[in-house]
């Protein structure tokens, strides 16, 4: 198999640093109260539905780093199905995909059961980690941002 080149379009760190300090500031914010290995569950599951490669590539990194498994990081795209994830991680993860799915809505049951697991102040971090992995994914995959570039 050859690796094929996708040139990049634009870098936006440099050419916008203001945004991207921005995106950056909020990125770290949303991850104050959440447990870190559940911030890295988000990032990939949003980053798989988006098929950002960069953001897929960027946060299995920190997932294993956080002490994540490979077989939950392998299975992350099948979640409902593999049994390997807490009650909490699933309702993050259900969450995830309704914001990142947007124009499908988020249910109530999806919403209620994230509030069952996360009180206010963590369900707020939650929703500003799930859109901020999505302002990211969206910047990357326009840019044709690609694993193993800066």
């Not at 634009?10 to 870190?36: C, G, H, I, Q, W």
């Not at 599951?45 to 920190?62: L, P, V, W």
């Not at 206010?120 to 999505?134: P, R, Y």
Request: a negative charge; one cysteine or more; glycine letters at 4%.
């Amino acid at each position: 198999m050859t690796n094929v080149a996708i040139p990049p379009r634009m870098n936006l760190p440099v050419v916008a640093p203001k945004v991207f300090k921005a995106v950056l500031t909020l990125d770290a914010v949303a991850r104050e109260r959440l447990d870190p290995v559940l911030v890295e569950l988000v990032q990939i599951r949003a980053s798989q539905i988006n098929r950002c490669a960069y953001c897929i590539d960027y946060h299995t990194g920190d997932a294993r780093r956080a002490g994540e498994s490979e077989a939950r990081i392998y299975q992350l795209s099948a979640w409902q199905e593999a049994g390997l994830y807490t009650a909490k991680e699933r309702a993050a993860l259900a969450l995830t995909e309704a914001v990142t799915l947007l124009p499908q809505g988020v249910e109530d049951e999806v919403y209620d059961e994230a509030a069952r697991h996360f009180d206010d102040t963590e369900l707020a971090h939650l929703i500003a980690l799930i859109f901020t992995v999505n302002a990211w994914n969206r910047m990357n995959v326009t840019t044709r941002k690609t694993p193993g570039t800066e």
